[in-house]
């Protein structure tokens, strides 16, 4: 039996190819710890969002994971949380939260986002 503790509810924007693709290559390489997470795709439920605490426009930018004791975590600790849960991922989980990385890799996401939210005419705000 799984601990609800345990599970991972990972909520990702599936109008995205790469995002789709990501969730895939995760799944693989977590095997037997991809039974423990839930992926919701964000397409048409901001209500559903707005209930946990996630702003529907924030979600299209960052990726959001929101833990078996309800809280939610946003962007790189959502990353990390989720590729910490995977032994071959859990070094990249530790090199992205260094002190150095980080910001560095914050800056990059957050740039190709807002490209492909951009490209596809799906930008918030705009």
Known sequence: ???????????????????????????????KAADNVEWVDITGRDEELKA??????????ELHVQDGDGRVHRELDAYILLMSRVPVLKPLAWLIGLPVIRPLLAKAYHRMVTRRLERTGRMPGK
């Not at 601990?3 to 390489?29: A, F, H, N, T, W």
């Not at 946990?52 to 930018?61: E, Y």
Request: include cysteine; hydrophobic fraction near 30%.
């Open 1 to 31: 039996m799984v601990d609800s503790s345990d599970r991972l509810r990972v909520y990702y924007d599936g109008s995205c190819p790469s995002c789709i693709r990501d969730r895939q290559q995760y799944e693989k390489l977590a095997g």
């Open 52 to 61: 946990v605490g996630i702003d529907p426009d924030a979600a299209l930018q």
